[in-house]
């Protein structure tokens, strides 16, 4: 983060102490009748330097950013579209769910207790858990009248108080939906301790709390979840919310091993591999085919093989990325890019400064993630959480996709 931007970002507390060192207000004592403290400036004895000030603020703050290892499930088939999940922690005592990784939609929500059309079994292997704010003492309802639910819908709710729950609707783009309200508790999740190990640390959360499910999120679906978990750029996904209370650095990455399944989930800063990086547009098998290539900005490109944007359905090859039916403020038409095509690729999202990019990578290795804290660098490894069965998910594009303005150059190699 730059100089600049963090001047922006400073309090106003922080301000004041400028001023008051500026002026060179010195604290010796106080009246006899009140507490005598002592107040030592770092920079006694010297000029008020703002740079040092700005320095000091910055290595601060890092002290408190650390990377985070998320457990990642799932598998990538070049015969059907793929499915990756991660396993968090929410309430206290915490309880396991496991939530569908998006970076197409923001919020993160998990199906509740008085849901009456929510899955309740699974064929991939694991125990679905319905959540219940009761039974968490660090579970508690979002208020209408609250700041989030202002935010989330730019002013207040027609017939607000401060005893009616903020609700929430997300519609996803193969049909399904889910709807509820917002609830705030504890989100239980690994921080990077060095190569390979963990730490377990938490962090509070305001989350949906699905209380009714259509089209695939429904009970009618055989390969269910517990929710979704989205990494969009509002204020309202996990990542910004663990950025804005200053735990993570709003950078993410996954690499998704779609020979072995599942892969790599991180947040943080990864320093390897390295990785050329275009702009994020603002808010608004073989031989028988070809290789194709996206170009981007920056001389940026993303070389898709046969086997990684192909797919069998109904006797017919389909191609596994799909004009949005949007288009940007310049009437350019955007196209998604899911999870199919973008296996085998470590895929950076730097939020922060705003920009994507992507290497070829072997998604069951390892990558390296700095922790901001400290300085050091630590190992991040694939996980595999084992399913029982054959993902075969018709969400598409909606996992894990990317939604970029393309400005495509299609060559044949």
Same mark, same amino acid.
């Given at each position: ?43 006694? $004895? ?76 699974? %064929? ?40 009616? %729950? ?91 091993? $779609? ?39 920056? %001389? ?114």
């Amino acid at each position: 983060m730059n100089n600049n931007k963090m001047m922006m970002m400073m309090p106003l507390t922080k301000g004041l102490l400028i001023l008051a060192v500026s002026l060179a207000l010195t604290f010796a004592t106080i009246s006899a009748s009140h507490g005598v403290f002592s107040v030592k400036y770092r920079y006694a $004895g010297r000029e008020p330097s703002l740079t040092l000030l700005k320095q000091h603020d910055s290595r601060r703050q890092l002290r408190i950013l650390a990377g985070v290892d998320l457990p990642l499930g799932g598998t990538s088939r070049p015969d059907g579209v793929g499915l990756y999940y991660a396993k968090i922690g929410i309430g206290t005592p915490s309880k396991d769910y496991y939530v569908q990784v998006d970076t197409g939609s923001d919020i993160m929500w998990v199906n509740c207790i008085e849901c009456k059309e929510c899955p309740r079994r699974s %064929s991939l292997g694991i125990e679905l858990t319905l959540y219940d704010i009761k039974e968490s003492s660090t579970g508690k309802l979002v208020s209408c009248d609250e700041e989030f639910c202002y935010e989330m819908y730019s002013g207040s709710l027609t017939g607000c108080m401060a005893n009616v %729950s903020c609700p929430y609707l997300e519609l996803y783009g193969d049909g399904s939906s889910t709807a509820g309200y917002f609830v705030s508790d504890v989100v239980q999740y690994d921080r990077v301790s060095g190569d390979l190990q963990t730490t377990a640390t938490n962090g509070s959360i305001i989350f949906g709390c699905g209380a009714r499910q259509s089209g695939d999120l429904d009970s009618s679906n055989e390969e269910a979840l517990d929710g979704i978990l989205g990494f969009g750029k509002s204020n309202s996904s996990l990542i910004s919310q663990l950025s804005s209370s200053g735990r993570v650095r709003k950078m993410f990455a996954h690499c998704l091993d $779609g020979i072995n399944g599942g892969g790599i989930f991180a947040i943080g800063h990864v320093v390897q591999p390295v990785v050329n990086m275009t702009p994020l547009i603002p808010n608004h098998v073989d031989e028988a085919f070809p290789n194709v290539t996206f170009h981007f900005e920056n %001389s940026v490109f993303l070389k898709v093989y046969p086997h990684e944007y192909l797919f069998p359905f109904e006797g017919l090859w389909c191609i596994g990325w799909q004009n949005s039916g949007m288009q940007s403020r310049d009437r350019k038409n955007m196209t998604l890019l899911g999870d199919l095509v973008l296996s085998n690729k470590l895929v950076l999202y730097d939020l922060e400064n705003q920009v994507i990019g992507w290497t070829e990578y072997n998604c069951s290795s390892s990558i390296k993630v700095k922790d901001e804290r400290t300085g050091t660098v630590h190992l991040i490894g694939s996980h595999y959480l084992s399913s029982d069965s054959i993902l075969n998910s018709q969400r598409g594009t909606i996992l894990l996709l990317l939604t970029m303005l393309l400005h495509l150059l299609i060559d044949q190699i």
